[in-house]
């Protein structure tokens, strides 16, 4: 296939760095690519940014067929661009696409499409360390039809959004909110798919926390309301009495990336992560020993988050005295060092873009 590359006319003018946020500012290109039954995917093209024009009718719309990707493109010092762990989110991309019954895209492709989109846009790539370039890979049912089937038409497209540091101050524990009352998703469901829907679900206990002054929830299991899952955007780690615990994947769990990066550097540095499962109960029971050294979120977005206050029905737990663990700091350090060239990149993480 061959990649078509059509030239913005006029370029934006770039945010300030020092002001950019989350997703609010889109590059100058996309990545845009179709599917239909006859053709397959076709027509792989390089456009300037610009709205998708659908059908009211069209079925992304109505039924929610839609799966997509985060991930980021770094700065080094040197102002060489490199990605990270960039196949793993494309076949993560294909695993969600299976399960949302859609047709799968040729993975070194669409990393190669990647590549190009990035070169052209490469002034938008931030350089202050801790800013990136988000890139949102995402397919769409395209069929204006008002029934409920699988769509016969896709639409494939990438966009990029420069984005800032997520820690201007350091890092700042974030507090969460535990519901015993809503669940974001069941074993045997979508759980494990990077899907709009699974966000559509977590909206309404989201607004409540809020309310009380938490920023995120923590969800339990959607079956028992009993074994702790993840945190909606991110992977959950507790660190107690010296073990290092992540809920193991059980089907209604996403399988994050930076969970598994955390893990592997976890692994070569002696000191394996149990993934298991987890209670509520054993948290709650952990945090009156004085054994709940350090809980902390692994995200894409974020990379670490640590956590300094959780809530859980009408009890409070205090984590770590609002400082930030020694093992919330190690994964954070190592891996951002490695994201921005800093530190050497033994596994073969890194994707350089030229
Ligand atoms: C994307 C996502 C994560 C984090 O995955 P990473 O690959 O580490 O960015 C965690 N949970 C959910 C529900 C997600 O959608």
Redesign the pocket.
């Known amino acids: 296939m061959e990649l078509k590359i059509s030239r913005a006319e006029a370029l934006k003018p770039l945010p300030d760095e020092s002001e950019l946020t989350f997703g609010t500012v889109f590059s100058d290109h996309m990545f845009n690519m179709d599917y239909d039954q006859n053709r397959g995917w076709h027509n792989p093209r390089i456009e300037p940014y610009q709205p998708i024009v659908m059908d009211p009718s069209t079925m992304v719309l109505h039924y929610g067929q839609s799966i997509f990707?985060?991930?980021k493109a770094f700065k080094t010092e040197s102002g060489a661009v490199q990605l990270f762990r960039p196949e793993?989110?494309f076949k993560?991309f294909n695993r969600s696409g299976h399960k949302l019954c859609m047709p799968p895209i040729d993975e070194a492709f669409a990393l190669e499409a990647l590549k190009e989109l990035l070169k052209i846009d490469k002034r938008w790539v931030p350089s202050t360390l801790g800013t990136s370039l988000y890139i949102r890979p995402t397919i769409i049912a395209m069929d204006p039809y008002v029934g409920v089937r699988a769509s016969y038409t896709y639409r494939f497209f990438i966009i990029l959004s420069p984005v800032g540091a997520y820690y201007k101050e350091g890092f700042n524990p974030v507090k969460i909110w535990v519901t015993d009352k809503y669940v974001?998703?069941v074993r045997g469901g979508m759980?494990e798919v990077?899907t709009a829907g699974?966000?559509a679900a977590?909206l309404y206990a989201g607004e409540e926390a809020n309310r009380i002054g938490y920023t995120q929830v923590l969800w339990l299991d959607g079956v028992e309301l009993k074994y702790i899952e993840?945190?909606?955007?991110?992977?959950i780690f507790f660190v107690i009495d010296d073990e290092i615990i992540t809920p193991a994947l059980s089907g209604s769990?996403?399988?994050?990336?930076?969970?598994?990066?955390v893990k592997q550097l976890a692994d070569k540095w002696g000191k394996p992560v149990s993934e298991r499962r987890i209670s509520i109960d054993e948290l709650i029971a952990a945090h009156e020993a004085g054994k709940l050294q350090e809980m902390f979120?692994?995200?894409?977005?974020a990379v670490i988050s640590p956590v300094g206050e959780v809530m859980y029905k009408d009890k409070i737990m205090k984590i770590g005295d609002g400082k930030v663990g020694k093992w919330s700091q190690k994964f954070f350090t190592a891996i951002t060092d490695i994201q921005y060239g800093v530190a050497e990149d033994p596994d073969g993480w890194i994707m350089p873009l030229e």
């Open positions: 990707e985060g991930l793993e989110n993560r974001r998703a759980g990077k699974n966000y977590s993840e945190v909606g955007s991110m992977n769990i996403l399988s994050g990336i930076t969970r598994d990066t979120g692994s995200g894409t977005a």
